[in-house]
């Protein structure tokens, strides 16, 4: 269990949910060839979840300080895991990730796409050890690679079956994929916001640079909570531009809510949060938005279904 805890089985479990519901849920059911069968696709999500897992753990390893200092209760590595042993896991991860991404690159014959998991296992691996102790760099690191897991989908999935006849198709599949990625690293960026207001004592004891060390907790909460205006009128424009206009009144009411009325419960929230308490709560409802953000896909994909039939 201590294993499972060190590389947060639950955010992988969230991650592997969301690129199988992406294809699933609703690649499946277009009318459109995908490069990667299921074997192929399932090794596709594993690679992504074992790198992601990879970068938990060099994050304790490097973090057992601040850990402790923010969480006494949840620090793993240097109490329940030897360093050594976490550092074992680290490689295991990432030589297993990276391997999977170079047999699935040469698999769609695009061998320079196995960069692209070796540019992210890099990535966690400066994040860990620099780019989390500058301002706002590390929030904007961790928002971004979220969201590259799901234009992965589309660079190993649709890209290569794309050709001249079916560019329009594939244009609009792969849009969609991006406006989920943009989705993702708009509320994960708050999310990693309200996450360093959280830990702010522990960060600061630890030399760190975080927004709300910068500038304070009551500033940064104004910051989030107008990022979480502007993200909840971006979330409307896009209901109403988009589901609204297709007739899937069944996807509207599910996102208005589901992915809406808890951005504006948190909007209301953040502006009087002054708790560690208050801030986990927050930290919390912005992934299920997450969560219920990204099952809206398979809600759309159902209306759209249904719409049909009718």
Not at 81 to 106: C, H, M, Q, R
Not at 173 to 198: C, G, H, P, Q, W
Not at 243 to 256: E, H, P, R, T
Not at 278 to 293: A, E, H, N, Q
């Amino acid at each position: 269990m201590k294993y499972l805890k060190l590389i947060r089985y639950q955010n992988l479990l969230l991650l592997a949910f969301m690129q199988l519901l992406f294809r699933y849920g609703f690649l499946k059911f277009q009318n459109i060839f995908l490069s990667l069968n299921d074997w192929q696709y399932g090794l596709l999500v594993l690679a992504t979840v074992l790198i992601a897992a990879a970068g938990y753990v060099i994050n304790d390893i490097l973090d057992q300080e601040t850990d402790y200092d923010n969480d006494k209760g949840n620090v793993i590595v240097g109490k329940f895991i030897s360093e050594k042993a976490a550092y074992n896991l680290y490689f295991v991860l990432n030589i297993t990730g990276v391997g999977i991404g170079y047999y699935l690159a040469n698999v769609i014959h695009k061998p320079s796409f196995a960069g692209a998991f070796i540019i992210i296992s890099a990535t966690l691996y400066m994040y860990a050890t620099s780019l989390k102790q500058m301002l706002l760099i590390g929030n904007i690191i961790v928002a971004l690679l979220l969201s590259f897991s799901v234009i992965i989908i589309g660079l190993f999935d649709l890209l290569p079956a794309t050709y001249e006849g079916n560019q329009t198709e594939m244009g609009v599949m792969f849009s969609i994929l991006i406006d989920y990625a943009i989705f993702a690293f708009i509320i994960n960026l708050i999310r990693e916001i309200v996450k360093d207001m959280e830990d702010v004592e522990g960060d600061y004891n630890n030399g760190m640079n975080t927004l709300p060390i910068a500038i304070g907790n009551e500033k940064t909460s104004k910051i989030a909570g107008s990022l979480g205006i502007i993200a909840t009128l971006i979330l409307l424009w896009y209901i109403n531009s988009n589901l609204m206009s297709s007739k899937l009144y069944y996807a509207v009411i599910y996102g208005l809510l589901f992915v809406v009325a808890p951005m504006i419960f948190f909007v209301v929230k953040i502006w009087n949060a002054k708790t560690k308490e208050d801030f986990r709560l927050l930290s919390t409802i912005m992934k299920w938005i997450i969560f219920f953000g990204i099952l809206s896909i398979l809600a759309i994909n159902l209306n759209i279904m249904q719409n049909v039939k009718g």
